[in-house]
């Protein structure tokens, strides 16, 4: 084969790194975000946060034209930059004190001795379930070898206050040498059970309810029907055969019921109380209010960072023609950093927003008055690429008078309606969960009875369709519902 050469042109998208920035800032959670930031304040010298109180060594400094001032509501998002397009050129400048004037704290005003200070509220140390039980421990007259072996138990308790080994593998791990047997286990066990919370030391669910209820007051009322239940038909009331648990028991509904209430006021998980276990918070990124009728969003000025330019810095590399390279970098990668985090706060006000104006009725009604919405919807109005929409409303929070909501929650599918509208799949699970709590609990709703009820109302729903939203709410089928 004869060999040539042939031209051919081709067209491909290059992204640049600041728009590859701008792209990961925007998927960024808050929290991911401060992480992020922190990392680029400990590597850039010339960044810093702009509530760093600093003003005679670093003040705010002119930006050039990487930081331009977008029209309201004109915001251009990654997806829709041209291939190739690097915003630093000179051609207009704005200053970072124009850009961030809104964000910058108050001078901190001087305190008289009369004011009450302000001081960090810290968490309460609470004891972990083995502190909890070794305390006690210390308080019984045992001798040293039961004392020993009731905290070799307490050690292998695992969070729910369970022992999840026989006590014959725990034999079996002891040294022979110590010459333990199983009823020295077995009285250690019972020392472990005698321990508060009662049930602590269980070895199944039966044994831990059995437990709870001997350590109620003799006099309870139906509390050996309670005790009998739990350990010889605890499968038989969790599958709500009252029939044949009334047969067997040889009570009426009366009793039954009462029995059933005192073991349902038991706790399962008696160790879950000691859990240790960070609170987490969520920091909406925009809160949702109503002005003269209006429902309006504006950025929570706590989940936004405040960045500047060290103007300290930055005037030497002014004035030094010997600037190195890589200052001259880090300079760079501070603009397009405080740009990119303004750029990606203004994308999330305007989805925001464009959200609020189509779901006005969620905000006004509740649940039960929410539209159908797509990504789409929100791309098109807005001009942006669907997968920035998807970016934006990823891990990110929105504060409203009914709570606080992922920006994702807004969206759902639809379903038709006999008028040939739409129902949003968030209504229908609302409805549904409306008619299971204003159902007979003695007779409750079958799927098929509440695809009937929802077309009655003229939303068309499958049965199984209904046990998947049903699902979703986390409601038991109605068989698991019945009570007496």
């Known amino acids: 084969m ?38 680029y304040l400990r590597d850039n010298p010339l960044l810093e946060r702009g509530d760093s109180g600093l003003d005679g060594a670093a003040g705010t400094m ?16 990654p997806d829709e930059l041209p291939d190739g397009a690097d915003s630093t050129s000179e051609s207009a400048s704005i200053s970072e004190s124009d850009l ?19 001081y960090p509220q810290l968490a309460s140390d609470t004891p972990t379930l083995r502190e909890h ?24 308790l695992d969070d729910d206050g369970y022992l999840t080994q026989s006590l014959e593998d725990m034999l079996d791990m002891l040294p022979l040498e110590l010459e333990i047997d199983i009823d020295e286990l077995a009285t250690a066990l019972r020392y472990v059970q005698h321990l ?78 000691f859990a240790q276990g960070d609170t987490r918070y969520v920091i909406p990124d925009v809160i949702v209010s109503k002005d003269k009728g209006l429902w309006s969003a504006a950025l929570n000025s706590e989940a936004m960072p405040k960045l500047r330019v060290n103007q300290f810095y930055a005037d030497i590399l002014t004035r030094s023609r010997t600037a190195s390279q890589s200052m001259a970098g880090q300079l760079q990668e501070a603009r397009w950093l ?43 109005v807005l001009e942006l690429h669907e997968s920035t929409v998807s970016r934006v409303t990823t891990n990110k929070f929105m504060r409203t008078p009914r709570g606080i909501f992922e920006l994702k929650f807004f969206f759902g599918s639809h379903v038709g309606t006999d008028a040939g509208g739409a129902a949003s ?19 409750p709703l079958s799927d098929s ?36």
């Open 2 to 39: 004869k060999q040539s050469l042939q031209l051919r042109l081709s067209q491909h998208l290059t992204l640049t790194p600041q728009l590859q920035q701008s792209i990961r800032l925007l998927q960024l959670s808050t929290l991911e975000l401060d992480q992020e930031i922190e990392r």
């Open 62 to 77: 002119p930006m050039s034209s990487d930081l331009p001032r977008q029209e309201a509501g004109a915001t251009a998002s």
């Open 100 to 118: 961030f004037a809104d964000m910058s704290y108050g001078a901190a005003g001087e305190r008289s001795d009369d004011e009450e200070g302000d």
């Open 133 to 156: 039980l070794l305390a006690q421990l210390a308080l019984l007259k045992l001798s040293e070898r039961d004392r020993t072996l009731t905290g070799l138990l307490i050690d292998s």
């Open 196 to 273: 508060e919370p009662a049930g602590v030391g269980a070895r199944s669910l039966s044994e831990c309810l059995a437990l709870q209820l001997q350590a109620l007051p003799p006099s309870t009322p139906y509390c050996d029907k309670a005790i009998e239940i739990v350990l010889q038909h605890l499968e038989v009331l969790a599958a709500k055969d009252y029939a044949k648990l009334k047969r067997t028991l040889r009570c009426d509904d009366g009793g039954l019921r009462a029995a059933q209430k005192l073991i349902t006021s038991l706790d399962p998980k008696p160790g879950r109380g």
């Open 338 to 380: 405080i740009k990119n985090v303004q750029q990606r706060f203004e994308t999330i006000l305007r989805v925001s927003q464009a959200i609020i104006e189509r779901q006005r009725n969620f905000l006004e009604h509740g649940t039960i008055a929410m539209r159908p919405l797509v990504l789409r919807e929100i791309a098109e």
């Open 425 to 443: 799949s968030t209504a229908i699970r609302e409805l549904i969960r409306q008619m299971i709590a204003n159902e007979n609990s003695r007779k």
């Open 449 to 484: 009875q509440l695809s009937s009820l929802l077309a009655e109302q003229g939303v068309i729903v499958a049965r199984r369709t209904v046990a998947k939203y049903r699902e979703a709410l986390q409601i038991l089928p109605g068989n698991l519902r019945k009570s007496l």
